[in-house]
């Protein structure tokens, strides 16, 4: 059985191993080719229209046209949501909405104004936040604790129990930025709780 060794040729193109005339390579049938390159058809009328603006037609399922890139404004933090509409630097793009954006297994929970109307976000630890015990704005009734996520009158073998300001509650020293490693003892900015270290 032979092996067909490649060879190029300096002529002309081949295709499918036939070597066609320009007429059959173009497709133009007894035309000239020359006339139809002399048409108006040339390079930079090529380049020209290879470099125009992005058609937002040609742009993906759930991406906008900004400034002739196509986006992702659910996640885009310089598009969130609509062109230009950019997300601070303690936020990030979600669902096409700024959001606070939370270390480690904090959530970010809506604060309300004094007018009921949310004023932004605070990250919380659900598990122990009587505020938002399990979730934003589950409160837990005076007297209670949030431990694990859950209303209750006593605090999990692995929370300890703090007294603050409202009375008693849970804190996760490993984990809770305020409580760092004990009760009160509250980490730096930006620096979250880890194994009781602040």
């Known amino acids: 059985m032979g092996v067909a060794a490649a060879s190029c040729s300096a002529s ?14 173009n497709d133009l049938g007894d035309q000239d080719v020359s006339a139809v390159v002399d048409s108006g058809i040339d390079a930079p009328d090529v380049v020209t229209a290879m470099d125009a603006p992005v058609d937002a037609s ?10 002739g890139n196509c986006v992702s404004s659910e ?5 969130c949501g609509a062109c230009g509409r950019a997300c601070a630097d303690t936020e990030r793009c979600t669902a096409g909405a700024c959001v606070t ?17 949310a004023r932004g976000n605070v990250c919380v630890l659900t598990d122990t936040d009587r505020s938002n015990c399990g979730a934003c704005g589950r409160v837990c009734p ?9 209303c209750t009158t006593t605090c999990s073998e692995l929370l300890v129990t703090c007294t603050g300001d409202t009375g008693a509650f849970c804190a996760d020293t490993r984990r809770d930025p305020l409580n760092g490693g004990s009760c009160g003892r509250a980490c730096a900015p930006g620096r979250p709780a880890t194994r009781g270290a602040a």
């Open 12 to 25: 002309n193109s081949v295709v499918g191993g036939v070597t066609p005339d320009a007429a059959t390579v």
């Open 58 to 67: 040609r742009c993906g399922p759930g991406q906008l046209e900004c400034g």
């Open 75 to 79: 996640v885009d933090p310089a598009n």
């Open 101 to 117: 954006a939370c270390a480690g297994s904090q959530t970010a929970c809506p604060v309300a104004d004094a007018d009921g109307g």
């Open 142 to 150: 005076a007297g209670q604790v949030c431990s694990s996520g859950m």
